[in-house]
């Protein structure tokens, strides 16, 4: 038998001596973690997500109140976080269209879109945007020439396109339509967007608790410092990254979307006193916008282009408590008929598409080529179905087939 003696728990234990190296090696080796870490993140970053910009004469500049402009007959190459090198070309009236201003082909059904990135075609190129798609589509469907003559800029706010007002009325519209998504409703008519700080961890940090400490005490503020650094996380480069990956999953995009006040806002059944000052500011421009359309002798359509969370939310059919993604949808129509406009509503379509989200860019929240055809094809459906009697698909054939010959 073996003498060696098993040691057990009643043994007193002795404590382990450090030598003055691993009080060195195990910091560094926390160090080299974090480093590789950071190392990896920063060069998927690189790779795949930087921002990019090409050289030469810029494509926008601000003029004042109207905000942003497209500098005419410019071009540009620009990489967003999410999309590969694109060229934004723009017409000699600074306008990313197919069309040239002021001239109107005769026969022609002119549709004059208004909006901002979403109607733009930001993050696709031009041929794949869902103004290009929907001038097709109505050619084909109605019968008749339709053209999409497209002023939507990035930025572009309401207030601004009332301001420009006078541009969409001299490119001679048989329509008018405001592509508007929930970004546009987040603006004060300057296009400040009160509920964003600056872009980067220790500016969105700094502004955050600076904000915070103007409305609550210090304690609140302290306990309040762990989400105030989350979400500076979220806004920085690694933050950027970690997300795109994560917001692949449905219920993981839609919880993290209502922790970001940007997103729930337009989202919440009971909205802020700010959220509601900037609705009764945008009734006010949209209700001078259908006057100056109805002055015009043009109709005023609008549609609600849905935001990632929305689309999300209205395929899963089920939401939290507090929210809906039908909200906006409503606020944004009871505002337009209620001046006389026509509204299409195009919301409903997503109950029928298995995980919608999946046609946006995942942090970005633009929609991508998927996104936007998808978009052409809903808003053809409305208009060729009565919503505007010119654009009816049915009563079209129907006269082609009168007068065509036996």
């Known amino acids: 038998m073996s003498n060696t ?40 970053d690189m790779r795949f997500f930087a921002l990019g910009h090409s050289k030469g004469l810029p494509c926008y500049n601000t003029e004042g109140a109207t905000g942003l402009h497209a500098v005419p007959n410019s071009v540009c190459w620009e990489k967003g976080s999410e999309t590969g090198w694109l ?5 000699s009236c600074g306008h990313r269209t197919a069309g040239e201003c002021g001239i109107k082909v005769p026969g022609t059904y002119r549709i004059v879109m208004v909006g901002s990135s979403f109607g733009m075609g930001y993050g696709v190129p031009i041929q794949d945007d869902f103004a290009t798609l929907l001038q097709v589509k109505l050619t084909n469907e109605t019968g008749q020439k339709v053209e999409v003559y497209n002023e939507s800029l990035n930025a572009n706010y309401p207030h601004h396109i009332l301001l420009r007002f006078d541009d969409v009325i001299g490119a001679h519209p048989d329509m008018i339509l405001w592509a508007a998504n929930s970004e546009e409703f987040k603006k004060d008519p300057a296009g400040n967007e009160p509920l964003k700080g600056p872009h980067g961890f220790l500016g969105h940090v700094q502004w955050q608790i600076s904000n915070e400490a103007r409305m609550k005490s210090l304690p609140d503020v302290v306990l309040g410092v762990s989400g105030i650094i989350h979400d500076g996380l979220d806004d920085s480069r690694i933050g950027m990254v970690t997300r795109h990956f994560l917001y692949q999953s449905q219920s993981e995009y839609v ?16 909205p802020d006193p700010d959220w509601q000052a900037r609705l009764e500011q945008i009734d006010g421009d949209v209700a001078k916008m259908e006057d100056l359309a109805k ?49 299409l509503d195009i919301l409903p379509d997503f109950r029928d598409i298995p995980n919608p989200e999946q046609y946006y860019l995942p942090v970005d929240s633009h929609p991508d080529a998927r996104g936007h055809a998808l978009i052409a094809d809903m808003i053809a459906k409305q208009f060729t179905s009565g919503a505007v009697p010119a654009l009816t698909a049915t009563l079209r054939k129907s006269a082609a087939a009168r007068t065509s010959p036996k």
């Open 295 to 343: 002055a015009a002798g043009t109709p005023f359509v609008a549609v609600l282009l849905p935001n990632r969370a929305e689309a999300a939310m209205i395929s899963m059919g089920q939401w939290p408590e507090g929210y809906d993604p039908y909200k906006l949808d409503n606020d944004m129509r009871k505002i337009v008929t209620s001046h006389g406009g026509i509204y």
């Open 5 to 44: 003696r098993v040691p057990n728990d009643a043994d007193e234990k002795v404590p382990r001596r450090y030598s003055k190296w691993d009080w060195l090696i195990l910091p560094a080796l926390s160090l080299l973690t974090v480093g590789c870490i950071v190392e990896t993140f920063r060069l998927v």
């Open 87 to 91: 060229e934004y070309r723009f017409n």
């Open 255 to 270: 919880r993290a979307s209502l922790l970001d006040a940007r997103v729930a806002e337009s989202l919440r059944k009971s």
